[in-house]
């Protein structure tokens, strides 16, 4: 189970431990009332306003691994919502075809994407950010 525990945590998917809080539903009342009489006084410290991520910008991130030890840098920028174009010409045929393998989980784990652009250059996205269209020469070959 360990083993499992540790590609859950890298994949950010670890479980989160729970406090139960137990009131009555008249604090419930007491609370949602006063909830309601709130202005929002600023974010919460897990919520990013829409404008504030908007400003940043997205960065896309080049990636040409040398090694199947570099997927894992590129799955970590993928965790942290960064699309990632990874160009594989500079690794063997068998090392690409396992770094593609472990980005298609880690894609599919974030509920993202992985598009192929070229013969050895692969677009893989977060849920975020979506890819269009297709690359005609890629069809054909």
Do not use: W
Not at 54 to 71: M, T, V
Not at 81 to 109: C, M, W
């Amino acid at each position: 189970m360990g083993v499992m525990n540790k590609l859950m945590g890298f994949l950010g998917l670890e479980n989160e431990e729970y406090i139960e809080e137990t009131t009555t539903v008249e604090e419930e009342r007491e609370e949602q009332e006063s909830s309601h009489k709130r202005q929002p006084t600023g974010r919460a410290n897990n919520v990013v306003p829409f404008q504030a991520r908007e400003k940043e910008g997205i960065r896309l991130i080049l990636c040409e691994p040398r090694h199947y030890s570099d997927a894992q840098d590129i799955a970590d920028n993928l965790r942290h919502r960064r699309p990632v174009v990874v160009n594989l010409h500079r690794v063997e045929k068998d090392q690409a075809k396992r770094i593609i393998d472990f980005l298609s989980g880690t894609v599919y784990a974030l509920n993202g994407d992985i598009q192929k652009v070229g013969d050895t250059i692969f677009v893989c996205t977060p849920d975020h950010v979506d890819i269009q269209g297709t690359i005609s020469s890629v069809l054909e070959e």
